[in-house]
């Protein structure tokens, strides 16, 4: 099979409500767009010659794009960006919260299989165009909504507080060490997140007095032991990745070295309904079998462990799901989980930092666009563009990026091309 090599991208600022600029998706897409193509060095005179050739395609991230902003068949929606798309194979793909991660599955195996030697990713979403409640409405379509979402108030939060109390009794946690542990968790991503120029939460306060004072009028009960400071951001948002074939390198004279290569991937799809994981789980040793054995997926194409991982990108969609990935990266073994945090293992000068960008709690989770985020923050950490939260080590990043309830598992490993 072929490399897939890793050119760049762009983000937007997760801080910006769109609406409020009164910008809508056409603009959010051309500025993400604009400013991906600028920094790998692509015109869209170059895209219209390659599309002459058949050799480029795009893939659209977006969860529910019909909901918030009234609009469907998104892949098509790109040629009213710039004509440059008049003619590109391009479609939209959908996981819930890990719709960015089967846009970049999908064009990574198209350069895998030679189809295509450019395959731009885009993953986006517009999530402030309704209230919070109404929005929580819409996430609920990522879970089993006539019976896990429909008229309940805020039902991941709920979803994701199970998890908590699960975990605690599966692994017999004491109460108040695992709900500090979480506040941990919480206020490293916020912490993390003032480095990020891009991130949402970048000039936020949170510290681990307040996170772990749930159920005060500064950080309110949300779903089950969970509070405000242990849940991701709603955000408007765009990310870019663009992957490319060895000839892309060659003809638009890139230093092969610089640019980093897909390692290794795994794609898992866990029972749909909490309940059902939750059974799935009793005789396994992980809290989440399915998302462990996506990792384990991951490692095993690219012949590496823990070991030779040196950061992670995860979906800390709320602080019980971190918690969870820490073992089923390897971090720890299950129910060590505990000992990684107190000691600092997973913060951003740690032996294996989680989440150096902010996560989704610090970064922001358009949830169409997380994804593709964070495999594009593995690719500046790899490259050393992560201007202002640089990491000193940086040759191997792994990323998990979740849909729904732990239901859609994905991972990806990139590294430097040896």
Known sequence: MKKVYVLGGAQTDFGRNWSKEGKGIIALLK??????????????????????????????????????????????????????????????????????????????TKIRAGDYDLVLVIGWELMKTVDSKTCGDFLGRAAFYESEAKNIDFPFPKLFGRLADETVKKYNFDNKQYLDCLAKISVKNYNNAKRNPNAQTKKWFMNEEQARERGTATNPTIGGMLGTSDCSQVTDGAAFVALSSEKIIIEFDKVKEGCPIVKGWGHRVAPMKFEEKMKESINNEYIIPWTRQAVMDAYRRANMTVDDIDFFETHDCFTSSEFAAISAFGIT???????????????????????????????????????VRMFLDLYKQLTRRALGYQLETANNGMMLNIGGSATTNYTFIVGKDE
């Open 31 to 108: 500025e993400v767009i604009d400013d991906g193509l600028k920094n790998i060095g692509v015109t869209y005179n170059d895209i219209k010659n390659l599309n002459k050739e058949g050799r480029i395609a795009c893939f659209v991230g977006n969860f529910i794009g019909e909901y918030f902003v009234d609009q469907g068949h998104l892949g098509a929606l790109l040629t009213e960006v710039n004509d440059a798309f008049y003619g590109v194979p391009s479609a939209r793909y959908e996981a819930a919260c890990a719709s960015g991660s089967v846009a970049l599955d999908a064009g990574i």
């Open 333 to 371: 073994e299950p129910g060590k989980e505990l000992e990684a945090i107190q000691s600092d293992l997973t913060s951003f000068n740690g032996a294996k930092p989680v989440n150096p960008s902010g996560g989704l709690i610090g970064c922001g989770h358009p949830v169409g666009a997380s994804g």
